[in-house]
C-alpha cells in the first residue's frame, strides 16, 4: 500500500472573517498534510446576518456561495462561522444536496473535517 494517496483532497473553508484562516491552515498541515485548501472570506454574509437574521436571501447567497466553491473543485466544504453554520444546519438537507459535496457547519468544525480527508 502506497502512502502517498493517489490525489490530494480538496476542502474549502467559508469564513465570515479571515482570523481562522492560519489556525486551519496550522491545523490542516498536521492532520491532512496532503489536502488542497481553499479559503473565501465573506463578510458580507455575516453583516447581513447580524442585521437582519436568517432571511431568505441570506440562505440563497450563503447557497451561491457554497455552490461557487463546489464549482472552483472543492470535494468537501467547511464553514467555520458558527452564524453562517446555523443556515447551512436551517436549510441542511435541501442546501447540502444542492451543492453536491460534503458540507460542514461550525459545529461539526474544521478538525473533524480534516481527520475525514485524511482517512
Same mark, same amino acid.
Given at each position: @500500500?502506497?502512502?502517498? $494517496?493517489?490525489?490530494? $483532497?480538496?476542502?474549502?473553508?467559508?469564513?465570515?472573517? %479571515?482570523?481562522?484562516?492560519?489556525?486551519?491552515?496550522?491545523?490542516?498541515?498536521?492532520?491532512? $498534510?496532503?489536502?488542497?485548501? @481553499?479559503?473565501?472570506?465573506?463578510? +458580507?454574509?455575516?453583516?447581513?446576518?447580524?442585521?437582519?437574521?436568517?432571511?431568505?436571501?441570506?440562505? @440563497? @447567497? =450563503?447557497?451561491?456561495?457554497?455552490?461557487?466553491?463546489? +464549482?472552483? !473543485?472543492?470535494?468537501?466544504?467547511?464553514? =467555520?462561522?458558527?452564524?453562517?453554520?446555523?443556515?447551512?444546519?436551517? #436549510?441542511?438537507? #435541501?442546501?447540502?444536496? +444542492?451543492? !453536491?459535496?460534503?458540507?460542514?457547519?461550525?459545529?461539526?468544525?474544521?478538525?473533524?473535517?480534516?481527520?475525514? %480527508? %485524511?482517512?
Amino acid at each position: @500500500m502506497s502512502s502517498q $494517496p493517489q490525489h490530494a $483532497p480538496v476542502i474549502a473553508f467559508l469564513h465570515s472573517s %479571515a482570523m481562522p484562516i492560519e489556525a486551519v491552515n496550522r491545523l490542516a498541515r498536521e492532520l491532512a $498534510p496532503q489536502a488542497k485548501l @481553499m479559503h473565501v472570506v465573506r463578510e +458580507d454574509l455575516a453583516c447581513a446576518l447580524a442585521a437582519g437574521g436568517v432571511t431568505p436571501l441570506i440562505e @440563497m @447567497m =450563503t447557497r451561491e456561495a457554497l455552490q461557487a466553491l463546489a +464549482d472552483r !473543485g472543492a470535494q468537501m466544504i467547511v464553514c =467555520t462561522c458558527p452564524q453562517l453554520g446555523a443556515v447551512i444546519e436551517a #436549510g441542511a438537507q #435541501g442546501l447540502r444536496e +444542492d451543492v !453536491g459535496v460534503p458540507v460542514f457547519s461550525a459545529r461539526m468544525g474544521a478538525e473533524a473535517a480534516l481527520r475525514l %480527508a %485524511a482517512a
